[in-house]
């Protein structure tokens, strides 16, 4: 029997909408998990992710949990569309008689993660924007006293303000910064994530050829996505900080992934590359849960089924 073609467009719209879906549900954690991650002993404005949403809701209000909510929006639709319908066009492509052995998967996993360096060159610019201006707002609205004393500028600054500075202080390199540990942490996630959800998603179909139900591909999506979260964390510390442009003066700064890890080892110890791994794993399970059931219901093909068909 021929093998079933699978629908390229169909599979990047699945993917898109899922990511939009997804990350619309699961921000607020996100945005905890990213002002958690840049704390360093000198300065702690959280004690957990509850105390920081808490403090968020209190000091911007409701939609404060969604500030850069859009820039993310932005970054996901396509990294989503890319990552999981690459990984459904590599594992299509391996199969034997429908078949993947692990290493397969994992490689079918791998070059869904690299196809995402194109881009991630974008996201990671976005991301960087992100960060900053997160840490910022937080300062601004937590410690008023730097803004008295001039250490906090008192509005936020916007992404065009933070990419001049950028273009002015480091080049065009600067819009880059924590590129390297991107991809250190994406390829990675998605070498254990395809795999782990695909085996999961397997023991809860109906039969051999009969998808899994909705809720069978939500708790996979859910453990396969914090377990590879959790995994990739100590990176994404690393990303995090990198990626932070304005420290207080009790602060390190990094020239580099190599610097930082040193750098982190040595003033904070080992268990500071799990800070927000709770937080990450409480984004990601959800996060790919949502995604993937939205994923496997066919939007996409759905959509493209209106569509006129060519004719030969």
Do not use: W
């Amino acid at each position: 029997m021929a093998d079933k073609q699978i629908s390229l467009p169909a599979k990047l719209i699945n993917g898109g909408i899922a990511g939009l879906i997804g990350v619309t549900c699961v921000f607020p954690i996100d945005l905890a998990k990213t002002r958690l991650q840049n704390q360093q002993n000198g300065c702690r404005l959280y004690t957990s992710m509850s105390d920081c949403l808490i403090k968020t809701i209190r000091s911007e209000g409701y939609f404060g949990m969604y500030r850069g909510a859009a820039v993310n929006l932005t970054l996901v639709t396509p990294e989503k569309a890319i990552k999981l319908a690459a990984n459904d066009f590599f594992r299509h492509h391996l199969s034997k008689d429908g078949k993947l052995t692990l290493l397969k998967e994992m490689l079918a996993g791998c070059g869904a993660g690299t196809c995402q360096v194109g881009e991630l060159l974008v996201t990671c610019r976005f991301q960087l924007f992100s960060c900053q201006m997160a840490r910022r707002t937080a300062q601004r609205k937590l410690m008023p006293e730097t803004v008295a004393a001039g250490t906090v500028e008192a509005k936020s600054p916007t992404a065009m303000q933070i990419t001049r500075q950028l273009l002015k202080e480091k080049g065009i390199a600067g819009l880059y910064k924590g590129l390297g540990a991107t991809l250190l942490r994406d390829v990675p996630f998605s070498i254990i994530y395809f795999p782990l959800f695909a085996n999961l998603n397997n023991l809860g179909k109906r039969g051999s050829d009969g998808p899994a139900p909705f809720y069978v591909s939500f708790i996979s999506g859910c453990l396969a996505g914090s377990t590879a979260a959790v995994a990739v964390n100590p990176v994404d510390v690393i990303k995090t900080r990198l990626q932070s442009l304005t420290r207080g003066s009790t602060e390190d700064t990094y020239s580099g992934v190599t610097d930082c890890i040193r750098k982190i080892l040595r003033n904070e110890g080992p268990t500071a590359f799990l800070k927000g791994a709770y937080c990450r794993a409480l984004v990601i399970a959800p996060l790919f849960g949502i995604a993937q059931v939205v994923y496997f219901l066919g939007v996409g093909e759905f959509i493209l089924s209106f569509l006129p068909k060519k004719h030969d």
